[in-house]
């Protein structure tokens, strides 16, 4: 007979997928309690939120969303092989910032690792996860093209007032020594 809890996670896990395209297993082995709830605080800003779940729950999910999507094959075949304690990270619109958060957070605790992520409909494997954790959010690649483009129209703008700039120091120093 089917356990009536395992159901009641199996539709909560399906709901969490379906609200959020883009997510991420976690591997954490004997993280206390007071640091996940530290984690959970900070991607909540982030919008994202952190879940642990059954190994063969999410399986169980994942196989029934991914039937229809030909881009969940290779994550329905790795998630099956998974086997340590996993959490699900499922992550917001702007997904480097909470990605950037975890890292970071898994930097101080050890015992917090990337396992597998599905980000814009792809399979990344943890190294990829960490690569992608540690780029630069969309707003700050924004602020340094903006920077990048400014920056010429500056100089140039500093080079045409340096001559106007220079004689009217010259003709102040000339100024002083003649008032003398």
């Known amino acids: 007979m089917v356990n009536q809890k395992n159901i009641t996670e199996l539709l909560e896990i399906r709901s969490l997928l379906e609200q959020a395209s883009n997510f991420v297993l976690v591997k954490f082995e004997r ?4 640091k996940f709830e530290e984690l ?18 999410l399986s169980k ?9 030909k881009d969940m094959a290779p994550l329905v075949t790795q998630v099956k092989k998974v086997r340590d304690n996993s959490a699900l990270l499922t992550l917001g619109k702007d997904w480097s910032k909470a990605l950037n958060s975890f890292y970071k957070f898994s930097q101080q605790e050890k015992t917090l690792s990337f396992k ?3 980000i814009d409909n792809q399979t990344f ?3 990829d996860m960490e690569r992608l954790a540690q780029l630069p959010s969309k707003e700050e690649l924004i602020a340094k093209i ?7 129209i500056s100089h140039l703008t500093h080079a045409m007032k340096f001559n106007t700039q220079k ?3 010259i003709l102040s120093e000339q100024s002083k020594k003649t008032s003398y």
């Open 31 to 34: 993280t206390p309690h007071i």
């Open 40 to 57: 959970r605080k900070q991607l909540k800003k982030d919008e994202a939120k952190l879940r642990v779940v059954k190994n063969t729950l």
């Open 61 to 69: 999910v994942l196989t029934k969303v991914g039937m229809g999507n």
């Open 116 to 118: 597998i992520g599905y």
């Open 125 to 127: 494997s943890s190294a």
């Open 146 to 152: 903006i920077g990048s483009m400014k920056s010429p």
């Open 167 to 169: 004689i009217v120091y």
